[in-house]
């Protein structure tokens, strides 16, 4: 079975500590995918407190597709 994940991270801050959150994340997407995972990354405009409907919306998207193609593949 796959397992799904969708990342939604900020780019473009100034904060150090923040900076290296989507480098990281990035690096752990590429493990997981190694491993068989699908993984859904993306880098969208916002921030932590934008509202989340949209993100949610990106992430149900995703995970429809995937599941939608496996059911379709058999």
């Given at each position: 079975?796959?397992?799904?994940?969708?990342?939604?991270?900020?780019?473009?801050?100034?904060?150090?500590?923040?900076?290296v959150v989507e480098e990281n994340t990035r690096k752990v997407?590429?493990?997981?995918?190694?491993?068989?995972?699908?993984?859904?990354?993306?880098?969208?405009?916002?921030?932590?407190?934008?509202?989340?409907?949209?993100?949610?919306?990106?992430?149900?998207?995703s995970f429809l597709l995937h599941f939608t193609?496996?059911?379709?593949?058999?």
């Amino acid at each position: 079975m796959s397992i799904v994940l969708h990342f939604v991270v900020r780019a473009n801050t100034r904060n150090p500590r923040i900076a290296v959150v989507e480098e990281n994340t990035r690096k752990v997407a590429e493990m997981l995918k190694s491993k068989g995972s699908v993984v859904d990354f993306q880098v969208v405009p916002g921030t932590h407190f934008s509202p989340f409907v949209p993100r949610l919306e990106l992430a149900l998207e995703s995970f429809l597709l995937h599941f939608t193609d496996e059911k379709t593949r058999g």
